[in-house]
């Protein structure tokens, strides 16, 4: 069982998902042989652990600190099992809190027409593949979907988001270098409203949550599209890389600040990195995670499934 | 958010000054903060544990400092065997001995490396070298794109094949890099996962054909545990000689950089900034150890302060300030002083009180180095007295500092305004550095947040990054 597409955009009837969805990241993974995940549970000895023993605690709280998940949701994590009482068998309790902790599953918020996706996040994290990929997916659900390249700032970047609206089959709104990225988000929308566009995504350049100025242009392009467009950005989706460590609840809590970030993707989960920043950001933000990036390619996006993702990080 | 180390340390030693020796029982609470810090910085867990391990039997026995508080001395030994570590190994580049150099970039997707390539390439010909970049990244659209726009925009070639075979983009570059006479030739390549067999494969056959003099791994600040096998599989697969540590201009503590250090033994040689191509730094070992400490407390300012402010330079420069003379002169050792204390932000924050009032501040350290250019582009004369810096003089020095007329009238118009306050200043105290004047540096948001004025504004966000 994984989440489907159809599930994710709230698509009641939708498109039946390939064999290759249906398996999602987790059985990808799996089958992969170049991967070499560590499992958590390896270094646990998790068949047969043993309460009465600190070491076992201690082992414990190390595994999950040393998969990026911090040091307060892991006090959590320990505190949760404690109180369960675990003994024996840590990996499937273990899971169970973690996805626990990750909350409810998330939909996509893709319902109006036209909805408004703003991308944000810090450089380099995987904003415009994400972007291509998951236009890519919008497409194969019956949405006809533009995509508005407001990083005006990185060389290259609006080259980048064309390529990947060609090989989405998704329209595209180009700018010039250093043009201002509101006024892109603008154009987009002006276009949408002709009606022939269900969905505009918008990309954004990556900026560091520490530079003032540059969030304030990003609440900019946030205040230009809620002024256009009623009830716009209906999702304004965190792009974190899953290898970063803690730094990513500073990302989380201030693109909030800034943005009202409403989901996560997480990306670059193909890696070794087991993504354990994802379940500090859920537990001390509330914010769900609603996409994973596994690969470069087209199709490598997932659906955030909490006890696949749970399960992947215990079990390798 | 987190008290800072120090505190918890007074937290967990007392605060009694001058309290004899640090006593067994006291270095394991000490120990247990330090190792939380560490692991909030993102330091691996093994590497935290062997590095408490170590600090903790030279904190034996110590003797408290005089003027320290227990927790004070234990920080002071921390930071010594933080900085010994980051600092060990060279942070120069190897110079090949018939040219070209070859410098090799690698490292994960989005790390920073083709930015990189390009600062490394401007930081080179500013310093007389003729750099060349090979284009080497076939796999992320619009890679090719984005270095050769980076080229142009600080006029370097850079050279690329339409091939899909990185091998052969590497040897034609190479090729066409010396036929040109290019004495560095920065090589930019795809990022990669260590665990992608293929691609790490291909890696080390790009490097058996560029043989390169310097193999660089690009790393995240970012990064979290993860680094350290990234860091070792890099270095098993391609040998690298040294570290690029990128987007340290963010608040990540950056433990990576010592995860790595530790595991692998390679320096960190650069860091990188910013996303503007002049935003790219040597490395300074002491300034990492404080910023994976996060050790925000007086006793570092004041120690910070007391290396870097030479007595004599301090009092030549008080002497004549206190005559209300402020000569260009004046205002780049002041600079320079300034800069010594190690990064403005950092700084600032050591000052009880002000760290958090400094959060959404922008300190733009990029326009302090615009301001050294400057006045560096001056002739003495010039330096010293001011006022015969006319309209061509100033086209000069804009042309040889890299900036526009705009901006040398700006900084002109400052010293001016810094001249006036020297004056009604009089007698006394040290003045307002400036770092502190109205060149886009530091300001603290107004009373009502969002108060700053629209023109300034604009005229920021243009001159964005
Ligand atoms: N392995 C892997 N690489 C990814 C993933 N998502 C993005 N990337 C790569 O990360 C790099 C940066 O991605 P990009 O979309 O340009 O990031 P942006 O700067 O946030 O827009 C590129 O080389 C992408 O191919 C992912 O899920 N897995
Ligand atoms: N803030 C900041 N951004 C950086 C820095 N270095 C690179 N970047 C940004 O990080 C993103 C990825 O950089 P890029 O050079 O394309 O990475 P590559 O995929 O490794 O080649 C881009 O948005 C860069 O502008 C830095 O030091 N600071
Ligand atoms: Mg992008
Ligand atoms: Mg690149």
């Known amino acids: ?316 | 958010m987190f008290d800072t180390l120090s505190d918890r340390l007074q937290g967990a030693l007392g605060g009694v000054r001058g309290s004899a020796r640090l006593e067994d029982e006291a270095i394991s609470r000490a120990m247990r903060e330090i190792r939380l810090a560490l692991l909030e910085a993102d330091v691996n867990l093994n590497v935290v544990k062997e590095f408490v391990a170590q600090v903790r039997e030279r904190a034996l026995g110590a003797e408290v400092t005089k003027s320290l508080t227990p927790g004070q001395e234990v920080v002071r030994i921390v930071h010594e065997e933080l900085t010994a570590l980051m600092g060990a190994g060279s942070s120069k580049l190897a110079v090949a001995p018939s040219p070209p150099t070859v410098i090799l970039l690698a490292g994960l997707q989005g790390s920073g490396k083709t930015t990189a390539a390009a600062k490394l390439a401007l930081l080179l010909r500013n310093e007389g070298r003729k750099p060349g970049l090979v284009a080497a990244d076939l796999q992320r659209p619009a890679a090719i794109d984005q270095l050769e726009q980076l080229g142009r925009q600080i006029q370097v070639p850079v050279y690329r094949e339409d091939t899909s075979d990185p091998v052969g983009a590497v040897r034609a570059g190479l090729q066409r890099a010396r036929a040109e006479q290019r004495d560095v030739v920065i090589v930019d390549t795809a990022g990669r996962l260590q665990i992608d067999e293929p691609l790490m494969e291909e890696l080390g056959a790009v490097r058996r054909e560029a043989r390169p003099t310097n193999v660089l791994l690009v790393l995240d600040a970012m990064t979290g545990q993860e680094a350290v096998n990234v860091a070792q599989t890099f270095q098993e697969r391609v040998a690298f000689d040294g570290v690029v540590l990128t987007k340290l201009d963010g608040d990540a503590r950056g433990g990576a950089a010592l995860s790595v250090k530790a595991v692998t033994g390679k320096p960190i040689k650069l860091v990188s900034v910013g996303e503007k191509l002049d935003q790219l730094e040597y490395f300074h070992p002491d300034r990492m150890a404080s910023r994976i400490l996060g050790m925000g407390d007086v006793l570092s300012l004041i120690e910070k302060a007391e290396a870097a402010v030479e007595e004599d330079e301090q009092q030549a420069m008080e002497e004549r300030l206190r005559k209300g003379q402020f000569t260009f002169d004046d205002f780049l050792s002041a600079q320079r002083m300034l800069r010594r204390m190690g990064p403005l932000q950092g700084v600032l924050k050591l000052i009880p009180g002000l760290g958090s009032q400094l959060k959404g501040v922008d300190i733009d350290e990029a326009q302090l180095r615009r301001v050294e250019a400057i006045v560096l582009s001056m002739t003495p004369q010039e330096r010293r007295l001011p006022h015969v810096i006319n309209g061509s003089r100033r086209q000069r020095i804009a042309r040889g500092s890299g900036t526009t007329v705009q901006q040398v009238n700006q900084l002109l118009e400052s010293r001016k305004q810094m001249e006036k306050l020297m004056k009604q200043m009089g007698k006394g105290k040290m003045p307002t550095l400036p770092g502190q004047l109205d060149l886009g540096a530091p300001q603290a948001p107004g009373p009502n947040g969002g108060s700053r004025s629209k023109s300034k504004k604009k005229k920021r966000s243009k001159a964005r990054r």
Do not use: C
């Open chain 1, 1 to 316: 069982m994984t989440r489907t597409w159809s599930e994710l955009l709230g698509d009641a009837d939708g498109r039946r998902e390939t064999e290759d969805e249906q398996r999602g990241f987790f059985g990808r993974l799996r089958d992969s042989l170049t991967k070499s995940r560590r499992a958590l549970t390896g270094e646990l000895a998790a068949a047969a652990f043993d309460p009465a023993d600190d070491a076992a605690w201690e082992r414990l709280e190390e595994a999950l600190i040393g998969a990026d998940v911090g040091v307060r949701a892991t006090a959590e994590l320990v505190r949760r099992l404690e109180a369960r009482g675990v003994a024996g068998d840590l990996a499937g309790p273990l899971a169970e809190e973690i996805a626990d902790l990750l909350g409810e599953p998330a939909t996509l918020g893709v319902a109006a027409r036209p909805s408004v996706i703003l991308v944000v996040g810090v450089n380099g994290t995987g904003k415009t593949t994400t972007i291509g990929k998951l236009a890519q997916k919008l497409r194969q659900h019956d949405r006809s979907v533009l995509l508005a390249a407001a990083d005006t700032f990185r060389a290259a970047a609006e080259e980048q988001l064309e390529i990947w609206a060609r090989r989405a089959d998704a329209d595209f709104v180009g700018s010039e270098r250093g043009a201002d990225p509101a006024a892109v988000a603008y154009d987009a929308l002006e276009r949408a409203a002709a009606g022939a566009h269900d969905v505009v995504i918008v990309d954004t350049a990556g900026r560091l949550h520490t530079q003032a100025n540059l969030m304030d242009e990003l609440a900019k392009v946030r205040r230009v599209i809620a002024g256009k467009l009623d009830g716009a950005p209906h999702e304004t989706l965190l792009v974190v890389d899953a290898t970063t460590g803690q730094n990513g609840l500073q990302q989380a809590r201030l693109f909030g600040d800034a943005v009202g970030v409403t989901g996560v993707a997480l990306t670059k989960l193909d890696g070794s990195a087991k993504g354990g920043i994802a379940v500090a950001i859920a537990y001390e933000l509330g914010l769900p995670m609603k996409l994973v990036g596994v690969g470069e390619a087209l199709d490598d996006l997932r659906p955030f499934h909490a006890p696949d993702f749970a399960r992947a990080l215990v079990a390798g």
